[in-house]
Nanobody, 125 residues
Framework: QVHLMESGGGLAQPGGSLRLSCLAPGITANGYTIGWFRQAPGNQREGVASITIGSNRDSPWYTSSVKDRFTISRDSAKNTVYLQMNSLQPEDTGNYYC????????????????RGQGTQVTVSS
């Protein structure tokens, strides 16, 4: 079981930006995937973005609704994954939680090694 801790989130106006951080100590193995899910009341859980650790470079993945607006990155020295969210829209509102799995397919299927408690993102004018 891995322990993850999110920070960031809060309230933003439509068109605004927020940055989420996920502290993921000890996760360094190639193939390991760390990313963000979100869930809003009445909606299904949705994978938002993930990054898979690679030997030469990491591989990002985004759900289609956030491509070109969100950017995921990893700072290995700080054991931290970031999700920069730009051009936020009301439909981005939800509880965002960081999650990790041994491989991308497992992460995508929510077969997790660990997750954080979540942080609320609200986009409203």
């Amino acid at each position: 079981q891995v322990h993850l801790m999110e920070s960031g989130g809060g309230l933003a106006q439509p068109g605004g930006s927020l940055r989420l951080s996920c502290l993921a100590p000890g996760i360094t193995a190639n193939g390991y995937t760390i990313g963000w899910f979100r869930q809003a009341p009445g909606n299904q859980r949705e994978g938002v973005a993930s990054i898979t650790i690679g030997s030469n470079r990491d591989s990002p993945w985004y759900t289609s609704s956030v491509k070109d607006r969100f950017t995921i990155s990893r700072d290995s020295a700080k054991n931290t994954v970031y999700l920069q969210m730009n051009s936020l829209q009301p439909e981005d509102t939800g509880n965002y939680y960081c999650a990790a799995a041994q491989y991308f397919n497992m992460w995508f299927l929510h077969e997790l090694s660990g997750r954080g408690q979540g942080t609320q993102v609200t986009v409203s004018s």
